[in-house]
């Protein structure tokens, strides 16, 4: 069976090749069971809010008959920004599992460490570091070709 990381990565993989941002994102249920699956689509969207996070997160819910996500894992090869930490938080998920850590514009254990603060009303489980290298990898390739071009 393909992990959820593995999953996000072939995402983030199909992002870098259309020339999106490589981030990849996951949704799972509370079996493993594949909800959603999507890469970055800021440039083919031409929409800043087209982040993997967002756009799998909300295929995961609108496939659900449910307001929530609470029983739902989201794997995804980047620590989010805060305006996927908060859509994070919206929707009460249970889990979520990230790959690169982003000091510059992360938003879970940087920058305004969303889900620390007394008025997150949801902090869900929160795994980071997870194929941190192949995550990393996969983003310092694709930005040295541009500053290379």
Known sequence: MTSPMEIALGEARRAAAAGEVPVGAVVTDA?????????????????????????????????????????????????PCAFCAGAIAALRLGRLVFGAYDPKTGAVEHGPRLFAQPTTHHRPEIIGGVREQDCAALLREFFGARRDA
């Open 31 to 79: 079996a493993g069971a594949v909800l959603a699956a999507r890469g970055n689509a800021v440039e083919a969207g031409r929409n800043p809010l087209y982040h993997a996070e967002f756009l799998a997160l909300s295929a995961a819910r609108a496939g659900r008959d449910e307001k929530y996500l609470a029983d739902c894992t989201l794997t995804v090869t980047l620590e």
